[in-house]
């Protein structure tokens, strides 16, 4: 793990430090930065949009941490295209152009007489962090649950031990902690636990998600699962963080556009993760048509990984 400081000031969004989680093709970095205002504001569940240049995309990230006192917010960001590949150019002393947030809707945190299970899968543990401190520290009884696919790609399992009553690590590959998914161990909870878990929230990769819900919800991995036809009130909350496509982050595009079961109307309605979310009832996701809108841009993504030409995160 590599790190570099900086406690330059006097430039807009000015990075003071950033660390290497991981190494690699597919890093995964931190940045701390200087945004006193958004630092102020900023709530678990929240995230900004940045451009690192005049001609680059904007880049949705969730606020990893923030602290208020300092005037500070970390940002983590992992390697996957074109405009991730240029913000790993950014070095301790170099500023961001463009930062804009906090936005979106915070989710609720509060103290529960029961445990609480925060679960975080791959790059999804970062955002799981604030989450988990905010809980934590109104004294709720936290049960930490994360996961990767292999142990140089699990982040974060300090900062999240010091802050949980207990913490469980999964591998896919079994090469550290458990072997297997996060939902075998959500699984052994729930049946040691019965009756006793306040709620769940989940952030990860949509199918790790999905897997969350169906298994709250009694579903077997492969089996399918119907918002509009399996609503029950008096199932454990689980709460899920949604990652669409996301261009204007304010409401105004519709990218983020996401199909959302109202239980009151018996029907679909339209939701923007940017304003309405990007926390919302993991029970009443569409994920088959959230899934499908993410697919919809896979071949632009391609080229531009190939050749740096065009867009991609």
């Not at 958004?38 to 995309?57: C, M, P, S, W, Y």
């Not at 463009?98 to 955002?127: Q, S």
């Not at 841009?297 to 867009?311: F, K, N, P």
């Amino acid at each position: 793990m590599s790190d570099t400081e900086c406690t330059l000031k006097g430039k807009n969004y000015a990075i003071l430090k950033k660390r290497t989680l991981v190494e690699g093709e597919d890093a995964i970095l931190e940045y701390v930065v200087d945004a006193p205002l958004i630092a102020r504001h900023a709530q678990a569940g929240q995230f900004v949009i940045l451009r690192t240049a005049n001609e680059g995309e904007r880049i949705p990230l969730t606020i990893a941490a923030y602290d208020r006192e300092a005037g500070t917010i970390a940002l983590i960001v992992q390697i996957v295209g074109l405009s991730t590949r240029k913000m790993a150019e950014l070095e301790a002393g170099d500023a961001i152009l463009d930062l804009l947030g906090p936005l979106g809707t915070p989710i609720e945190v509060r103290r529960h007489e029961k445990p609480v299970v925060c679960m975080g899968g791959g790059v999804g543990i970062a955002p799981i962090w604030p989450k988990v401190k905010e809980l934590y520290d109104l004294g709720n009884h936290v049960i930490t649950i994360i996961g990767a696919r292999t142990k140089r790609l699990l982040i974060l399992e300090e900062e999240l031990r010091a802050i949980s009553t207990e913490i469980h690590v999964t591998t896919d590959d079994g090469s550290y902690g458990r072997k297997g998914f996060v939902t075998g161990v959500l699984h052994d909870v729930l049946e040691q636990r019965e009756g006793e878990i306040a709620e769940v929230i989940a952030v990860g990769p949509l199918p790790m998600m999905e897997a969350v819900v169906k298994e709250m919800a009694g579903k077997g991995f492969r089996d399918a699962y119907d918002p509009s036809l399996e609503y029950d009130p008096s199932r454990i909350p689980c709460i899920v963080s949604l990652n669409p496509i996301m261009v204007d982050g304010t409401g105004m595009c519709g990218g983020c556009r996401v199909s959302i079961w109202d239980h009151a109307k018996g029907e679909y309605q339209a939701r923007f993760s940017c304003v309405d979310g990007p926390a919302f009832d993991g029970y009443a996701v569409d994920f088959a048509g959230l899934n499908r809108r993410n697919r919809q841009y896979i071949s632009q993504e391609r080229v531009a990984r190939r050749d740096g030409s065009g867009a991609g995160a």
